[in-house]
């Protein structure tokens, strides 16, 4: 304790895996604390008083949207939810945040475990594949980075969305922005409107707090 293998008291040994058991369970019972890792803003990014459960895990993607210029934070829950999370930050150097989604990942149908086990343990992007892995004790679930087509053809809920993944298209339908998408394109994340229940040209958005229907699950 107190030094890397090879090291001070510790250069006996070439790596960690060959300290003796006594040594490994001292470690494991007695962890090194640090200061925590300030906040580049001095405050915390995201807060959510209303929640009844804890944040587990977190994945960031810092270069999202058509120009690579947003922050998306992916905050898994131990309810078996994901949050999705737009943050930016402001000319005078404050960081605002904004809840996009948050979907109920979990599913105990599709999980083969023994006993519910909600805790979301692991989060990992694909961006190549549009994708984020949800891990739980039983299984991993795939969802997608953003679920545009929910708003079909409602241009105004498609914009007020304030996704940076979805872009509403000359062809009057909200996709999914991809490279191959060059020019035409309208997205509007300074938007401070919310989606309107009442579309007038076209149908209406599904909502938040959605379940997830269209994901690939695996052991």
């Known amino acids: 304790p107190g030094s890397c ?8 040994y070439r790596t960690s895996n060959d300290f003796p058991d006594a040594t490994l369970s001292f470690i494991k019972s007695h962890p090194l604390l640090d200061d925590a890792v300030a906040s580049v803003a001095e405050q915390p990014w995201f807060t959510k008083t209303s929640s009844r459960y804890r944040l ?11 120009f690579r210029n947003n922050t998306v934070l992916f905050l898994g ?11 930016w930050l402001t000319g005078n150097q404050t960081v605002q945040t904004l809840l996009l989604e948050e979907v109920s990942v979990y ?4 999980c083969s475990v023994k006993r519910e086990d909600r805790q979301v343990l692991g989060l990992q992007l694909d961006k190549a594949n549009h994708a984020l892995y949800v891990a739980f004790s039983g299984c991993v679930v795939q969802m997608p ?6 708003h079909s053809t409602c241009r ?6 304030r996704d940076p993944y979805c872009v509403w ?3 009057g ?3 999914n922005f991809s490279h191959k998408i060059r020019s035409g394109f309208e997205q509007e994340l300074e938007n401070s409107a919310k989606p309107s229940a009442d579309c007038q040209d076209g149908v209406t958005s599904t909502g938040e707090h959605d379940s997830l229907s269209d994901s690939a699950y695996g052991q």
């Open 5 to 12: 293998a090879g090291v001070g008291q510790a250069s006996g």
């Open 56 to 66: 587990t895990r977190l994945a960031v993607d810092p270069s999202a949207g058509p």
């Open 77 to 87: 829950s131990e309810d078996g939810a994901v949050l999705k999370v737009l943050s």
């Open 145 to 150: 980075l953003s679920r545009c087509g929910s």
């Open 107 to 110: 599913q105990p149908s599709r």
């Open 169 to 171: 298209l000359p062809s």
């Open 156 to 161: 105004r809920s498609c914009l007020a969305s």
């Open 173 to 175: 339908t909200c996709a």
